[in-house]
């Protein structure tokens, strides 16, 4: 073989190789955008139902939206920044606190004992589920020690007892079967504890519940913008790390995220959340998703933890690190303007919760609007 061929041969080979990498690497620009670091060992995670108080499922209640005015091409927030040195605190594990009943949004029903019931004898008669119907049942026993309301607990006595089922959550108001089945089981708990109950007027109790339940209707919001890919599709991979850097950790479902707070056992500030089937694809790199929603519970989110704020901080530095547009449902840009036009709004929202004594984030709060 001449000296010709082999150097023939050899540009061959290199020109092959070249045409090789650039289809490798035009194959990788034209993909999804890819994390650069690996994800943390043993990192965080939002806590599944089984780690937290049981709570009414949220359902299809109408939720009244507050309006964002959207105009202009670009979003320039004024808000501190996410700050992601809270986040340490913050993924402490929650602590389980029973939720207490509440005349504000309850159906109170008393039963009074002639004499103190053993905590033991109580536990043993509760009923077996708490719910009837989409709504919540709790028994609380005055504790004839400490003179204190509570869930009945062993080697305690109590000397008076109290049941509540809620009058309405997202699912609606409480309604005429669910009060019956409520009448029942108290009426099948009175007997076991030989007590007499006293429960309240049906239609005084469907009243109360229709009106709160309007009123929830009215007052309810769920904030949420989403950021929308400028160029390249991102990666799995690629939200979670920067949505790492904002603080967010996985959630208790796929494709979600959470910035959780830093009072134990509260909702997340935020969610950050994404197309499920993308975060359970066998190849999540290669999935390619364009589009994140960033949210907030309004009235499950306690003003102090400034959820307002982190919303629109987040979101102004995921759109900057991760080449996003944050736009609104409809596509549109979200302008400074227009938060602050969504601010106004939300601090009317915050007056009039907190003057029906159900100020956001409050236990109240949380389980009407749940």
Aim: hydrophobic share 45%.
């Amino acid at each position: 073989m001449s000296s010709l061929t082999v150097a023939l041969a050899a540009l061959g080979g290199l020109v092959l190789a070249g045409v090789i990498a650039h289809g490798a690497w035009t194959a990788r620009r034209a993909g999804p955008k890819r994390a650069s670091e690996p994800r943390p060992a043993g990192e965080a995670r939002e806590p599944v139902l089984a780690d937290v108080p049981s709570a009414p499922v949220a359902g299809g209640a109408p939720v009244a939206a507050v309006s964002a005015e959207a105009a202009g091409p670009a979003l320039d927030v004024s808000a501190a920044s996410a700050d992601p040195a809270i986040a340490p605190a913050a993924l402490r594990a929650p602590k389980k606190l029973a939720p207490r009943l509440d005349a504000l949004i309850d159906a109170l029903a008393t039963l009074a004992v002639e004499a103190p019931v053993s905590g033991d004898h109580v536990l043993a008669h509760l009923p077996t589920t708490r719910r009837v119907g989409s709504k919540v049942l709790m028994i609380e026993g005055l504790n004839a020690e400490t003179g204190e309301w509570e869930p009945p607990v062993a080697g305690e006595r109590y000397s008076e007892f109290q049941a509540g089922v809620q009058l309405a959550n997202r699912t609606g108001a409480l309604n005429e079967i669910e009060y019956s089945e409520f009448v029942q089981r108290v009426q099948a708990f009175a007997d076991a504890v030989s007590a007499m109950p006293d429960v309240p007027d049906m239609l005084e109790a469907m009243a109360r519940a229709r009106e709160l339940d309007s009123f929830a209707g009215q007052h309810d919001a769920q904030l949420a913008l989403r950021l929308h890919a400028r160029a390249a599709a991102w990666s799995v991979g690629y939200i979670q790390q920067h949505a790492r850097q904002q603080g967010f950790i996985p959630g208790s479902v796929p494709g979600r995220l959470v910035r959780p707070s830093a009072e134990e056992g509260a909702p997340p500030v935020l969610t950050l959340t994404f197309d499920p089937q993308a975060a359970l694809s066998e190849q999540p790199d290669l999935a390619a998703v364009r589009d994140v929603t960033l949210a907030f519970d309004v009235p499950q989110t306690d003003p102090s933890a400034q959820p307002f704020a982190a919303w629109q901080a987040s979101a102004q530095s995921l759109a900057t690190a991760m080449d996003a547009d944050v736009v609104d449902d409809d596509g549109r840009p979200l302008t400074t303007d227009g938060f602050a036009m969504i601010g106004r709004e939300l601090e009317t929202l915050y007056a009039s919760l907190a003057a029906r004594e159900l100020a956001a984030g409050s236990p109240a709060a949380r389980r009407l609007f749940s």
